[in-house]
């Protein structure tokens, strides 16, 4: 039978209640020789992990003087989906930046998958034993995650289309393992976009998106085609004054903007998104994506989705 190291009572026990880990011990035996009775896991064993185990041993095991129990009901409450194994270097969003699973902590502010903000209010001690993936998704990102971390996602069996939650080694065993070709065909659903607050920014989001895309890093710049000139000008100029405007080889003018003086930088390499751009409201978030679309976006003729490209 396994046991908690070091384990300690629950900060709950009475004055003259006592641990008797004998009692807790025989609880936790009795609870691991139950067996599973559908499911995957049909005929196999429990096997209580960390925080089970503490329940079991407070409720059993802390006594009080006359041998009776101190604690004859519990109540339990964990959130849905709760197998969250990702990597220590994880990073995870808050309303100020970004966080890790390292170093987040139980009061932290986070977003769940609406994009509302709510509370952090447990954290798991780190897992060392579990099997982990190393998962790449077809954007390129890269994530590594426990073969018990949880994912809600859709995909196709016998050709019919199928949602709900399964595993890190339910993917592995059904996509990628020697025997198989990789499949592409299971889906992580998009969080909704975050609510945050409006910010205080240096510059409108609008003219921000456009100099991302089209302005001069070091000189407060932009450069405009000309037939989308009025359109341009038309979404800076209720919030910023466009001090004198040059011709520009090809067809294309320069505008310049006293007001990127703010948030000009050394040179194209250090042209980013500053982190108060991305926590800000959805509408100033949406007015940064319009100057960055009409900067370098583009619309695919073959899905009509929108596209941006830019060049580190």
Not at 180 to 191: N, Q, T, V, W
Not at 220 to 233: S, Y
């Amino acid at each position: 039978m396994r046991k908690l190291k070091n384990y300690t009572p629950t900060r709950f026990m009475a004055p003259d209640s006592h641990y008797d880990k004998a009692a807790a011990d025989y609880a936790v035996a009795f609870v691991e020789s139950l067996c599973h009775t559908k499911g995957k896991w049909a005929e196999k064993p429990f096997e209580l992990i960390d925080w089970q185990e503490r329940i079991v041993r407070d409720l059993f095991g802390i006594l009080k003087p006359n041998g009776y129990r101190q604690f004859n009901t519990a109540y339990v409450e964990i959130p849905k989906k709760a197998g969250k194994e990702l990597a220590l270097d994880t990073p995870i969003p808050t309303p100020i930046g970004f966080t890790t699973m390292e170093n987040i902590k139980v009061g932290d502010t986070v977003f769940d998958e609406r994009g509302k903000p709510c509370k952090v209010t447990h954290k798991s001690e780190v897992d060392y034993e579990e099997q982990a993936y190393r998962i790449k998704f077809k954007d390129g990102e890269v994530l590594e995650a426990g073969e018990n971390h949880q994912w809600y996602g859709e995909w196709r069996s016998n050709n019919k289309q199928k949602s709900g939650v399964v595993n890190t080694d339910w993917l592995y065993q059904r996509y990628l393992t020697p025997s198989r070709e990789c499949s592409l065909d299971f889906r992580i659903p998009i969080a909704d976009a975050i609510e945050t607050a409006d910010a205080e920014l240096p510059i409108e989001p609008y003219l921000m998106g456009y100099w991302l895309g089209n302005g001069t890093a070091s000189v407060p710049r932009i450069t405009i085609q000309t037939g989308d000139f009025a359109g341009v000008l038309r979404n800076i100029q209720p919030y910023h004054t466009v001090s004198h405007i040059r011709k520009n080889e090809g067809d294309s003018l320069h505008a310049y903007v006293h007001d990127l003086n703010a948030v000009l930088v050394d040179s194209f390499h250090d042209k980013v998104i500053p982190i108060q751009y991305l926590r800000a409201s959805k509408a100033q978030r949406l007015r940064l994506l319009q100057g960055l679309m009409d900067s370098d976006g583009c619309i695919s003729t073959r899905k009509g989705q929108g596209i941006y490209t830019s060049i580190e």
